[in-house]
Every structure is written in C-alpha cells, then in structure tokens.
C-alpha cells in the first residue's frame, strides 16, 4: 500500500511538468478565398501570430493577436507565386520568402524566381527582391526558398539553380551583399537546411531530387567558403542541419548502407569540416528521417516508417535518442491502416513539452467533394517517457498539419494547409465572443463609391469590413468605429459584395454573409470600369471549340476582342465527371478576362460535379477572354476532357462622346464635373500643402481639400502641436514650452547592472522615480540564448512597472531567441520600474545568465523649471520677445547612415538656428540654418551618453519649438 501511494506521487508530480490543457481557444480560417492554403508560422514574444499562405490569385501574409483577431494582412496580387518560409527577425520586422512558378511545356511545373519580402511590424512592405533561378523540385520540398538572419541586420536566402545550389546575402534594407553558387548540378541538389552561427558562419546543406548522398557547404559573412563536404553514399540526404552551441554542425541523415542501412543517423562535423562523430538510432523499422530537435542532450526525431504489413504506405514515427545512440522511446502513430501517413513538423517548445504536427487517420468524407480525406492530427508529448499528453483531430480543410509552436506558458498554435486554418490551444479559457453583425444595408450609390450600414452589435469596438468585385478573390479591408462606412474608388457598372465583422474586447466574429450592389454607370461612358448602352451586337468564335484535354495536363484557349468591346456573353456545356479522385476524371474549368484597364480578373472556376453548364456574362469593357481545362481529379488515367462553347456575343467598339472629352479624362464634355480637370481624380488622395490637414482628396469642387485636425482642441492644430493633449496657450512661465508639458530632464540608474541569474527562479532589479516622474526612456541588451537547439538556456526578460494609481503595468516579455535588445519607452507617470530575469527552458541550468541595462532618461513634471538649479538652462532663455506663429519641424532618427534627418515646414528666417541639449539641460551642439529645408545632422559627434536628446528650433520674432529625439545607438 505504501508503494502504492509513492508511486502515485511521482507519476502526478512528472506529469505536473507539462501544461497538459489542449483545449481549443480559437480557431482561425478563411473559406471565401479560392486555394487558400497555410504554408509557414511564426510567433513573436508578445504571442502575436504571423502566417503566409497562397491562393489563386496570389501570396497573403498576415498578423493575428493572441486572442485571435486579425491586425492586418498584406497580399501580393500574382497568381503563380508561392510562400515556402515566413520568421521574424530581432527588431520585430516579418520576412517572408517563396517563389514563382511556371507551366512548361509538357505540362510539368517549374520555379522561374526565388523571393524574399520584408514588412514592418504593422503590414507595410519594407522591400522585396526577386532573382532569376530555375527551380525542378517546386511542389515536392518543403525546404525550398528558405532564409535565415544574421547580425546587423542581414539576410540569407536559400535556392536552387537548376540543379546548383544558390545562396544570397542582403543587408537589412534589401540590398544584395553577394551572392554564391555551389554544389554539384549533376546530383540536381535542393537546399534542405540553412543556419546562421553565432559568430556569423554560415551552413546551407542540399541533397539531390533521389537522395542518395550528402552536401554542406560553410561560408564566412563575408562570403568566402570556409568548406563543404559531399558526403559518401552510404548515406542518404540531408531532411535537417543545424549549427550546435560549440560551433559544430549536426546533420540528420538516414543510413543507406551496410549493418546500419535505413537507420536514422546523425552525423557531427566540428568547425574546420572533419567528420567528428556518427550516431545510429534503430527504433525497429525502416525509418525516413524528415526533421530534428535537441535538448538537453537528447535528441528527438519525427520520421516516416513503412508498415510492417499490408500495402507499402507510411505511418510516422516519434523518437527520443540519447547523446550514444540508444533508443529510449519511440511512439508510431497510424490512425488508419493502408494510408500514407506523414509527420511534417516537431517543435520542442519552452513550456519543456515536445510537440509534433502532421497528417493522419481516421479519414472522414470531405464535405464538397465526398471523397475521403486524412485528417490534421497534432500530437503533445511528455518528453521523459514519450507518454502522449493530448491528441488532437481536426478534420476541417486543414488535411495536414505544417507548423506547431508553442509558448512558455503552455498555448500553441497549429497550422493547417487548407483554408488557411490557425487554430491556438492552451490552458486559457477562450476569449469572449462577438456576435457577427446583421442588418447589413447599401445605400447611396455612384459609379466609384457606396455607403455601407450595419446594425450596431452590443459590446463592439470597432468593425471591420471587407469588400471586392464578386469577379475578384482578394478582398479590400477597413476598418471603423462607426456602424456606416463610405468606401470609394469603385469601377464603375461592377457588381460588388461586402462583409463585416464584429471587434470587441480581446476577440473577433466570423465575417457576416456577403450583401450584394451594383456600382453606376460611367457618367462619362468611359474608363476600364464599364462602357455605354449597346448601340449594335457582334459575334465571335474561340479558336479551339471544342477544348481538350488528356491526363492532368491544362489546355486554354483565348479569344482577344477588339479595342473598345464590351459586355461579353457565352455559354460552356459539357462540362462533367466520370468516377473518383484516382480512378477518373473531373472537368474544372476556369475563366478570366483582361478589362479594360489592362487588369487580368478571374470571372470564376467550375467543377463538373456541380454544373453541367455556365453561363458567363462579363459586364463592361473586356480586351480578352481565356479559358482553361484540366482535370480536377489530377488523374494520370488516359481519359479525354472536353467542353463546348456558344458564339461570344459583345458589344463592338462605339463613340463614347459625342459631344467630346476638351480635358481627355474619359468623362464626356457634357458629364463633366471638373472641367479643364480629370474628374478620375476625385476622391484619390493628394497634397494640399497645409501640415495641419489629414486625409487630403481631391472633392468634387475640384480642391485638393483635407480635414483639419486639433485633438486637444487647443486652437494649434496636430502638426504644429508643442504639447499633444494639452493647452499650447499656456505658458506660465514663457519658455516656449506649455505648462502641460513642463518637464525636468532626469538620469537615473538600476541599483544592480548588469543583472544576472543562475538556476531556478528570477532576479529582479527596481529604479524608484520621485514624485511626478514620467516620459521614461532606457534599453535592455545582451538578451540571448545559449543555443538555437541545444537549449542550455534562453533569457526571458520580462519588464514592469508602477503607474501613477499604484497598479503593475507588465510593459512586455522578451526572449532570448527571439530579440537581443529592447528600447523601453513610456510616456505616462511612472512611479518605479523593475527588470527582472529567468531562464524560459530548463531552470534547473545552472549557467549564469546576465542583461545589461542602460542609464534610464526620465523628466520630472514642473511648472517652473527657473526654480530647479539643476534644470535651470534646460531650455533656452532667447526669442521670448514679439514672437510669432513658430515654424514647425520633424526629427527623426536614419540608423542605417547614422544620422537624424530634421526637416522644416518652410524656408527657416534668417539667423535661424538649432540647439540639440542632453537630458540635463546642457548644450551638446549647435547648427545655424541657411534656406534649405531639410538637413542631417550627425549624432556620434554629440558626445552624450543618453539616449534622449532636447532638440530646440530658435527662430527671431518666434517661440522656439522643442521636440524630443531618442538616439538609436
């Protein structure tokens, strides 16, 4: 009985380890857009979720917060690009990298280009490059196009030329630094894994379309070869590489020869490229490594292994190995038998639980089609005794799992190729839920906007609404407080559908149902959008009528209209199904036309399993129709599709105006809102020269009008605003700076610098501001980790702070890898402020750990600074005296040339000048302005120490203007 009770205690303490709720928090998917499919994920250190995914018409990156709200998507319009890898680097920038393909002839697909992107942490594109490669495994490897970062910045991309492997180097801003072709074009290699180490090497591996060998090649950051290696053939591949923490190379491989053929292997080079050491792992089966994880010492593997009985098909395989090579548990999941099972990802996450995603049984009948599709299955393992912690079946569109990655906490996040599917589990309750909105209404109508209601939902914070032409699959989104919205920039005579959904607090609603309009006419009968009534009718024939196909290869025929032709309208028939997915075929045939405007749009896709015949009606100006077929089933069974086609019937090339177009802006003299203007203009934004306007568009007063804007409603409009959310009028003490915002520069330092921590728990290090401190400024450094998967430890650094009312603000939580720095800034009250570190993986390291922070910037609120000695010539005391309206001014920091550029709202008066003073109120520099209106100044020749400067504008006849500037060092 004793016994008994001891070993229960044991087993609930083990098992208390692991955050072991899978429950599903939400679940995040998108079903309205054609092929849209899940490709990579990455996760920041505030828990926020970035996912690139491809469709038809394209690439979509997008930004999820932690409660599963949509914060912004970025989408690139071209219909033959893929997404291979997405990460974020260390100043929370996302980069993304994938491809272009292409249909060659014979009907087999090729990648033309490699690309990488980069957007800043709110969406907007940074840079893009794309090089001219020939790809020949797109579609079949998971690890083409990938990237990597190095320091200052930099960049790695990954491809393959044509058999060659290719690798680029770029600056933070897109530049390329060089560029290196190696391998052997012969064995046709791929990469499968590029690292970046800590001192700057770097290690790209590839192997050929059959395996059957091993290559890696080491390169230093200025892009000489350091070594490669090109592995003997009793060795097969190269799934997974990676940089260890002593500066090796592990390499996972598969045996290929002698007593340890079909083993899972991992190979050591040290740092000069001599084979240091080899380990075989045989859990029992014939084994097909695809990827690797380490911690701790031991090793974990996901693998693909064939069936003992039956069929030749796979099932997966998860293994622990220890640091000699002994198997200490292996876990085979086949949830259907007689299927090829695959595992796809493993992740060790920091909540010390090892995860791995995939696809898998049980199969279930796919709604749309009724074929049987494997499931997305997702397994959590305790890594002691590989005991499984949850099992996770989803059966949406998501047919596979590609990424899973978890946080400390115990959340994860699941990835899944269709329909985009995000799902978050953990140990949280879900978020609240919004209602989705009803009553969706449009009203006020023209050619080129709408005005779109809703009926207001209870707890709403904002909306957010997404429109698009029905013929269109990528959507345009806002979003408004308001329960009404005006959208603009319409094409005319096009019909359009639009969506909304609720955003409240911590969570999002599914979108409503799509709500319908039709968009006017043209007022001017001109334009790309829609043409006039049809004075005559005109017919025409495609080329190949009808259109086959044989197998899975894609025929199309085109028809190019005349110039000035619209509103085209035909008929397809025939279009069938014979049998089911492998064993007939399935018409799918697909129609797009080139507008006027020279835009391609895809009118639609049409399976045969749901209409024998379309009726195509395309409203407007139409340059060229194509069509297409193929087999839907993407059978290699000899079968010959065909579909017929009616007469195109349009409307030909007519007079648009008669009375004439004087101005050429395609609106008839007659229709003319702007005469001697182009009326395409109105409601696109534009410059109306006064900085204190926003929103500026031309209106239909043919203006360049904006809205003035004064938030503190203090008569100083937003621009030339001394003092956001205060009184600029009042100046007790006529310093030129408002009472609101009178501020005493303060300096202060943390009592224990560096901060360090070994072992359990956390170390912690408290500055104490005086009464009425705010604007609080500083840095964290050196936040890192010992290894990217050797994980002795990872830094987790977490700030908080003490606001005006007493309450614990937590300002953020970093990690080691994921950011090195943070630039901590806080503008309202602070009381005191405490940095505190732990180790995020395995507190039991004793490995001694140590940030470093920088002096603290602060100022202390006053209403006369003449009063305090120390601040007694923090602002100038000059051109006090018949002051004017000031000039205004902006200063912003240029890392990348070391400078801060500052720039004028106009020509400066003579005798101008600019003072720039450190936080204790004393000159550090001088510049006197000539009539230019922008100037970069340099800030290594300041001779401060602190990171928050007063930058001053004296102006004769003026107040001076002083703005804060904090260094980026």
């Given at each position: 009985?004793?016994?008994?009770?001891?070993?229960?205690?044991?087993?609930?303490t083990?098992?208390?380890?692991?955050?072991?709720?899978?429950?599903?928090?939400?679940?995040?998917?998108?079903?309205?857009?054609?092929?849209?499919?899940?490709?990579?994920?990455?996760?920041?250190?505030?828990?926020?979720?970035?996912?690139?995914?491809?469709?038809?018409?394209?690439?979509?990156?997008?930004?999820?917060?932690?409660?599963?709200?949509?914060?912004?998507?970025?989408?690139?319009n071209?219909?033959?690009?893929?997404?291979?890898?997405?990460?974020?680097d260390?100043?929370?920038?996302?980069?993304?990298?994938?491809?272009?393909?292409?249909?060659?002839?014979?009907?087999?697909?090729?990648?033309?280009?490699?690309?990488?992107?980069?957007?800043?942490?709110?969406?907007?594109?940074?840079?893009?490059?794309?090089?001219?490669?020939?790809?020949?495994?797109?579609?079949?490897?998971?690890?083409?196009?990938?990237?990597?970062?190095?320091?200052?910045?930099?960049?790695?991309?990954?491809?393959?030329?044509?058999?060659?492997?290719?690798?680029?180097?770029?600056?933070?801003?897109g530049s390329?630094?060089?560029?290196?072709?190696?391998?052997?074009?012969?064995?046709?290699?791929?990469?499968?894994?590029?690292?970046?180490?800590?001192?700057?090497?770097?290690?790209?591996?590839?192997?050929?379309?059959?395996?059957?060998?091993?290559?890696?090649?080491?390169?230093?950051?200025?892009?000489?070869?350091?070594?490669?290696?090109?592995?003997?053939?009793?060795?097969?591949?190269?799934?997974?590489?990676?940089?260890?923490?002593?500066?090796?190379?592990?390499?996972?491989?598969?045996?290929?020869?002698?007593?340890?053929?079909?083993?899972?292997?991992?190979?050591?080079?040290?740092?000069?490229?001599?084979?240091?050491?080899?380990?075989?792992?045989?859990?029992?089966?014939?084994?097909?490594?695809?990827?690797?994880?380490?911690?701790?010492?031991?090793?974990?593997?996901i693998?693909?292994?064939?069936?003992?009985?039956?069929?030749?098909?796979?099932?997966?395989?998860?293994?622990?190995?220890?640091?000699?090579?002994?198997?200490i548990?292996?876990?085979?999941?086949?949830?259907?038998?007689?299927?090829?099972?695959?595992?796809?990802?493993i992740?060790?996450?920091?909540?010390?639980?090892?995860?791995?995603?995939?696809?898998?049984?049980p199969?279930?009948?796919?709604?749309?089609?009724?074929?049987?599709?494997?499931?997305?299955i997702?397994l959590?393992y305790?890594?002691?005794?590989?005991?499984?912690?949850?099992?996770?079946?989803?059966?949406?569109?998501?047919?596979e799992?590609?990424?899973?990655?978890?946080?400390?906490?115990?959340?994860?996040?699941?990835?899944?190729?269709?329909?985009?599917?995000?799902?978050?589990?953990?140990?949280?309750?879900?978020?609240?839920?919004?209602?989705?909105?009803?009553?969706?209404t449009?009203?006020?109508?023209?050619?080129?906007?709408?005005?779109?209601?809703?009926?207001?939902?209870?707890?709403?914070?904002?909306?957010?609404?997404?429109?698009?032409?029905?013929?269109?699959?990528?959507?345009?989104?806002?979003?408004?407080?308001?329960?009404?919205?005006?959208?603009?920039?319409?094409?005319?005579?096009?019909?359009?559908?639009?969506?909304?959904?609720?955003?409240?607090?911590?969570?999002?609603?599914?979108?409503?149902?799509?709500?319908?309009?039709?968009?006017?006419?043209?007022?001017?009968?001109?334009?790309?959008?829609?043409?006039?009534?049809?004075?005559?009718?005109?017919?025409?024939?495609?080329?190949?009528?009808?259109l086959?196909?044989?197998?899975?290869?894609?025929?199309t025929?085109?028809?190019?209209?005349?110039?000035?032709?619209?509103?085209?309208?035909?008929?397809?028939?025939?279009?069938?199904?014979?049998?089911?997915?492998?064993?007939?075929?399935?018409?799918?045939?697909?129609?797009?036309?080139?507008?006027?405007?020279?835009?391609?749009?895809?009118?639609?896709?049409?399976?045969?399993?749901?209409?024998?015949?379309?009726?195509?009606?395309?409203?407007?100006?139409?340059?060229?129709?194509?069509?297409?077929?193929?087999?839907?089933?993407?059978?290699?069974?000899?079968?010959?599709?065909?579909?017929?086609?009616?007469?195109?019937?349009?409307?030909?090339?007519?007079?648009?105006?008669?009375?004439?177009?004087?101005?050429?802006?395609?609106?008839?003299?007659?229709?003319?809102?702007?005469?001697?203007?182009?009326?395409?203009?109105?409601?696109?934004?534009?410059?109306?020269?006064?900085?204190?306007?926003?929103?500026?568009?031309?209106?239909?007063?043919?203006?360049?009008?904006?809205?003035?804007?004064?938030?503190?409603?203090?008569?100083?409009?937003?621009?030339n605003?001394?003092?956001?959310?205060?009184?600029?009028?009042?100046?007790?003490?006529?310093?030129?700076?408002?009472?609101?915002?009178?501020?005493?520069?303060?300096?202060?330092?943390?009592?224990e610098?560096?901060?360090?921590?070994?072992?359990?728990?956390?170390?912690?290090?408290?500055?104490?501001?005086?009464?009425?401190?705010k604007?609080?400024?500083?840095?964290?450094?050196n936040?890192?980790?010992?290894?990217?998967?050797?994980?002795?430890?990872?830094?987790?650094?977490?700030?908080?702070?003490?606001?005006?009312?007493?309450?614990t603000?937590?300002?953020?939580?970093?990690?080691?890898?994921?950011?090195?720095?943070?630039?901590?800034?806080?503008?309202?009250?602070?009381?005191?402020?405490?940095?505190?570190?732990?180790?995020?993986?395995?507190?039991?390291?004793?490995?001694?750990?140590?940030?470093?922070?920088?002096?603290?910037?602060?100022?202390?609120?006053?209403?006369?600074?003449?009063?305090?000695?120390?601040?007694?010539?923090?602002?100038?005391?000059?051109?006090?005296?018949?002051?004017?309206?000031?000039?205004?001014?902006?200063?912003?920091?240029?890392?990348?040339?070391?400078?801060?550029?500052?720039?004028?709202?106009r020509?400066?008066?003579?005798?101008?000048?600019?003072?720039?003073?450190?936080?204790?109120?004393?000159?550090?520099?001088?510049?006197q302005?000539?009539?230019?209106?922008?100037?970069?100044?340099?800030?290594?020749?300041?001779?401060?120490?602190?990171?928050?400067?007063?930058?001053?504008?004296?102006?004769?006849?003026?107040?001076?203007?002083?703005?804060?500037?904090?260094?980026?060092?």
């Open positions: 009985m004793k016994q008994t009770i001891v070993l229960f205690l044991t087993l609930a083990a098992i208390g380890l692991y955050a072991q709720d899978c429950d599903q928090v939400w679940h995040q998917f998108d079903s309205a857009t054609p092929s849209e499919t899940g490709e990579d994920m990455a996760v920041d250190g505030a828990g926020n979720v970035f996912v690139s995914a491809s469709n038809s018409n394209g690439t979509n990156v997008m930004k999820f917060s932690p409660s599963g709200s949509m914060i912004w998507s970025a989408f690139n071209n219909p033959n690009e893929e997404t291979t890898d997405i990460s974020v260390g100043d929370g920038n996302v980069v993304v990298s994938g491809y272009v393909w292409q249909l060659t002839t014979g009907g087999n697909y090729a990648g033309t280009h490699t690309w990488i992107a980069k957007y800043d942490d709110m969406g907007n594109e940074l840079w893009r490059q794309s090089f001219p490669v020939y790809m020949f495994q797109i579609f079949s490897n998971d690890h083409l196009n990938t990237h990597a970062h190095g320091s200052n910045g930099a960049h790695y991309l990954a491809a393959d030329d044509n058999g060659e492997l290719k690798l680029y180097k770029l600056s933070s801003n390329l630094i060089w560029e290196r072709s190696f391998g052997n074009p012969a064995l046709y290699d791929y990469p499968t894994a590029l690292d970046v180490s800590g001192d700057g090497r770097v290690l790209m591996t590839g192997n050929g379309a059959n395996g059957g060998h091993i290559y890696l090649a080491v390169y230093d950051e200025n892009g000489s070869l350091q070594w490669e290696a090109d592995g003997p053939a009793d060795y097969d591949g190269v799934p997974d590489a990676r940089f260890t923490a002593n500066g090796n190379i592990e390499l996972l491989t598969r045996g290929a020869g002698g007593g340890q053929a079909a083993d899972i292997a991992v190979l050591t080079y040290d740092p000069q490229g001599n084979l240091d050491g080899t380990l075989f792992f045989d859990p029992g089966f014939n084994e097909f490594p695809k990827a690797f994880n380490k911690n701790s010492g031991a090793y974990y593997f693998c693909e292994v064939t069936q003992a009985t039956g069929l030749p098909y796979t099932d997966w395989l998860t293994v622990k190995g220890g640091a000699n090579g002994n198997v548990w292996s876990d085979r999941y086949d949830g259907t038998a007689n299927n090829d099972e695959r595992p796809k990802d992740h060790f996450g920091p909540d010390n639980a090892l995860y791995v995603t995939g696809k898998g049984g199969q279930y009948p796919h709604p749309s089609t009724g074929l049987s599709k494997m499931s997305n997702t959590k305790a890594p002691s005794d590989g005991s499984r912690l949850c099992t996770i079946v989803n059966q949406d569109e998501s047919s799992g590609q990424r899973v990655l978890a946080r400390s906490n115990g959340d994860f996040y699941v990835l899944g190729d269709g329909d985009r599917d995000l799902y978050k589990y953990g140990v949280g309750s879900p978020p609240p839920t919004c209602d989705t909105p009803t009553g969706l449009t009203s006020n109508i023209t050619d080129i906007s709408a005005e779109l209601s809703w009926t207001a939902v209870t707890g709403a914070q904002t909306y957010n609404v997404r429109y698009r032409p029905q013929s269109a699959s990528a959507w345009t989104t806002q979003n408004t407080a308001n329960t009404t919205i005006v959208i603009d920039g319409l094409m005319a005579e096009m019909p359009y559908e639009w969506q909304v959904a609720t955003v409240c607090s911590g969570a999002s609603s599914p979108f409503s149902s799509s709500s319908t309009f039709m968009t006017d006419v043209d007022p001017g009968n001109g334009g790309g959008g829609g043409g006039g009534p049809c004075a005559a009718t005109a017919t025409a024939e495609f080329p190949d009528n009808p086959t196909t044989v197998n899975d290869n894609v025929t025929t085109t028809y190019d209209l005349e110039d000035g032709s619209q509103n085209p309208t035909f008929t397809i028939s025939d279009i069938d199904k014979f049998g089911s997915d492998g064993r007939g075929y399935l018409d799918k045939v697909t129609v797009t036309y080139i507008d006027g405007s020279g835009v391609e749009i895809e009118y639609g896709v049409f399976y045969g399993d749901t209409q024998n015949e379309v009726e195509v009606s395309i409203d407007g100006f139409v340059d060229q129709i194509t069509v297409s077929l193929v087999n839907g089933f993407n059978s290699y069974l000899d079968f010959t599709l065909s579909v017929d086609f009616s007469p195109i019937a349009y409307c030909p090339d007519q007079p648009l105006c008669p009375d004439g177009d004087a101005d050429q802006d395609g609106v008839c003299n007659s229709n003319d809102v702007c005469p001697a203007f182009d009326d395409n203009l109105i409601g696109t934004p534009c410059d109306d020269g006064d900085a204190c306007t926003t929103g500026d568009v031309y209106t239909s007063n043919c203006n360049c009008e904006g809205t003035y804007t004064d938030s503190d409603q203090d008569g100083v409009c937003d621009a605003d001394i003092c956001q959310g205060g009184d600029d009028n009042i100046d007790s003490n006529q310093n030129g700076v408002p009472d609101y915002c009178e501020c005493a520069p303060g300096l202060g330092q943390f009592p610098n560096p901060l360090t921590h070994a072992g359990a728990g956390s170390n912690s290090t408290t500055y104490n501001f005086p009464p009425n401190s604007q609080i400024s500083f840095s964290v450094f936040i890192n980790e010992a290894t990217r998967f050797f994980y002795s430890y990872d830094e987790k650094v977490d700030i908080t702070y003490v606001d005006a009312a007493g309450t603000q937590l300002y953020g939580t970093y990690l080691g890898s994921q950011v090195s720095t943070v630039n901590v800034d806080i503008s309202g009250f602070v009381q005191s402020v405490t940095v505190s570190l732990e180790n995020a993986l395995d507190e039991d390291t004793n490995l001694p750990m140590s940030v470093s922070m920088s002096d603290i910037d602060y100022c202390v609120e006053t209403l006369n600074l003449q009063e305090s000695p120390q601040t007694s010539n923090a602002l100038p005391e000059q051109n006090r005296v018949g002051v004017t309206k000031p000039m205004d001014f902006s200063i912003w920091p240029n890392p990348a040339k070391n400078e801060a550029s500052i720039s004028f709202s020509t400066p008066k003579a005798g101008s000048e600019v003072l720039v003073k450190n936080s204790l109120g004393q000159d550090i520099a001088r510049y302005l000539g009539t230019a209106r922008q100037y970069n100044l340099a800030p290594q020749q300041w001779n401060t120490q602190s990171r928050l400067v007063w930058v001053v504008l004296l102006e004769p006849g003026c107040k001076p203007v002083v703005k804060r500037l904090v260094v980026i060092r």
